[in-house]
Each structure stands twice: as structure tokens, then as C-alpha cells.
């Protein structure tokens, strides 16, 4: 499974991006997929995911209400759209894909796509 991820770049405070992940391969419709971020000085961290049907999704609550993952599954391709951004959203933003949401939420992935940066300056 390969992961492309892109969408990233610089906006104000309270602006908004939108982050793409286009998986390819035999089986990559079958993998749930999600958004980690690494951030200055903070640990990796998982935040959202979705279902490789694409009805279930979950969103860690510093993300919750700001940033909503979606997919199109004719595309097999995973958005994340994040409005109201703030600079502590600012990282490397990294596509995965696990057999679940929850082995994201354990910060397990099977696939890791290369990242993309967020920079929102204030």
C-alpha cells in the first residue's frame, strides 16, 4: 500500500486547509485510514481516523469540532479538512493506514505515508 499525502502550507490563524491522502495498491480499499501530526515539542500524535467504508470516524478531542476527516472511496482517497486552524496545529501532518481506527488510536499503523507540513502563523 502506498500513501500520498498533500494539501499542506502556511495560513492565518483561524483559516483552513485541506489535507489529501491518495492510497494505492492491491488491498489499500480495505484499510482503515487516518491523520497523525507531529508537532514542536510534542509527541506524535493520532488525529482522525476513518473506517475503510468510510462510515465510522473518530477525531481526538484537541481536533474535535475544528477538523473532520472524510473519504472517497471511488478515489480511495482520505481528506481532512481543518477550519478554525490555530498555531498549535502547526506540525508535519503524516497519512497512515491500520487494519482499524482503534490500532491508529494505540498509535499503530501498518503503512505510513510522507508528510506534509501545516505551518498557521499568528
Known amino acids: 500500500v502506498q500513501l500520498q499525502a498533500s494539501g499542506g502550507g502556511l495560513v492565518q490563524v483561524g483559516g483552513s486547509l485541506r489535507l489529501s491522502c491518495a492510497a494505492s495498491?492491491?488491498?489499500?480499499?480495505?484499510?482503515?485510514m487516518g491523520w497523525f501530526r507531529q508537532t514542536p515539542g510534542k509527541e506524535r500524535e493520532f488525529v482522525a481516523g476513518?473506517?475503510?467504508?468510510?462510515?465510522?470516524?473518530y477525531s481526538a478531542d484537541v481536533v474535535r469540532g475544528r477538523f473532520t476527516i472524510s473519504k472517497d472511496r471511488t478515489k480511495n482517497t482520505v481528506y481532512l479538512q481543518m477550519n478554525s486552524l490555530e498555531p498549535e496545529d502547526t506540525g508535519v501532518y503524516y497519512c497512515?493506514?491500520?487494519?482499524?481506527?482503534?490500532?491508529?488510536?494505540?498509535?499503530?499503523?501498518?503503512?505510513w505515508g510522507q508528510g506534509t507540513q501545516v505551518t498557521v502563523s499568528s
Open positions: 476513518i473506517n475503510w467504508v468510510g462510515s465510522s470516524t
Open positions: 497512515a493506514a491500520a487494519p482499524s481506527i482503534q490500532s491508529m488510536r494505540r498509535g499503530l499503523h501498518d503503512y
Open positions: 495498491g492491491q488491498t489499500s480499499s480495505r484499510y482503515s
